[in-house]
């Protein structure tokens, strides 16, 4: 059983940054799967923003393209998002995501406010 858990959320002016962290516990494979990042804003479907492959292939949304990164930590078994020139249209909960097998593992999402 895999274990995700959000931080690095807040509060914070547009144009501002932040990185998001995503630690993973209970499973010793964490280098083996791909990590993705999604977030849903209020009244609107979860959306994925990027996503990691095992050996550190990356791909962002269009819509976070050149100011999102995605990127992870093996020896800690932690998935970061840098989000740099934050845009209201950001605001949303943002959530950790990594699958095994057909099993979807979430973390419990960390709120990221982007104030004009």
């Not at 807040?10 to 962290?21: D, F, K, N, Y």
């Not at 990590?35 to 492959?53: H, N």
């Not at 393209?65 to 998002?81: C, E, P, Q, W």
């Amino acid at each position: 059983q895999v274990q995700l858990e959000e931080s690095g959320g807040g509060l914070v002016q547009a144009g501002g940054s932040l990185r998001l962290s995503c630690a993973a516990s209970g499973s010793i494979f964490f280098s083996k799967y791909a990590m993705d990042w999604y977030r849903q804003a209020p009244g609107k479907q979860r959306e994925l923003v990027a996503t990691i492959t095992s050996r550190g292939s990356t791909n962002v949304a269009d819509s976070v393209k050149g100011r999102f990164t995605i990127s992870r930590d093996n020896a800690k078994n932690t998935v970061y998002l840098q989000m740099n020139s934050l845009k209201p249209e950001d605001t949303a909960v943002y959530y950790c995501a990594t699958k095994r097998g057909n099993l979807q593992h979430w973390g419990q999402g960390t709120q990221v406010t982007v104030s004009v």
